[in-house]
Each structure stands twice: as C-alpha cells, then as structure tokens.
C-alpha cells in the first residue's frame, strides 16, 4: 500500500514516496528525493487507524505532504 508521484524542478526530478509498513506498529514514511538524493523523511503512526481506513489515510498524508512541498517550491522559485 502507497503512492508514489514525481515531477520535473528545473533540471531535477522530484519524487515523493509513501509507504505503509505494518511492523512494528502500523505507520506511514513519506519519503522525498531531489534528484535522486534523499532529502527528508516524514512519519505517522497509524496504529490507532481503523483498517477499513488505512488506503484513505495513507492517501490523504501522502497528498498533503506532496501539495506542502510543491507549494513551497512555488514560493520559492517567486
């Protein structure tokens, strides 16, 4: 269970990466790359998240974090 998107910055490639692992405790990493490098790692823990609500959450995190950075970029290419 994850989601993976990338875009073009410039002349490097962003990759923002979440993943769902269930041990030891059920929780999300959402990992992005600038141009291959990994820059930063973000986590939630989801060990209090109903199943029927792990593919939702996990898409909500990851669309977040993913619309955080963009926008941040956009800012900074201002």
Do not use: C
């Not at 410039?10 to 692992?21: D, M, N, R």
């Not at 059920?26 to 823990?45: M, N, P, Q």
């Not at 199943?51 to 926008?71: C, G, M, P, T, Y």
Request: net charge negative; no cysteine; glycine share 6%.
């Amino acid at each position: 269970m994850g989601r993976l998107d990338a875009v073009d910055v410039g002349s490097k490639k962003l990759t923002v990466q979440t993943e769902f692992f269930p041990n030891p405790n059920w929780h999300i990493e959402t990992k992005v790359y600038l141009g291959g490098a990994l820059k930063k790692i973000y986590t939630e823990d989801l060990s209090s998240t109903p199943e029927a609500e792990l593919q939702r959450r996990v898409n909500e995190f990851h669309q977040n974090k993913f619309d955080e950075i963009v926008e941040g970029l956009r800012k900074m290419s201002q």
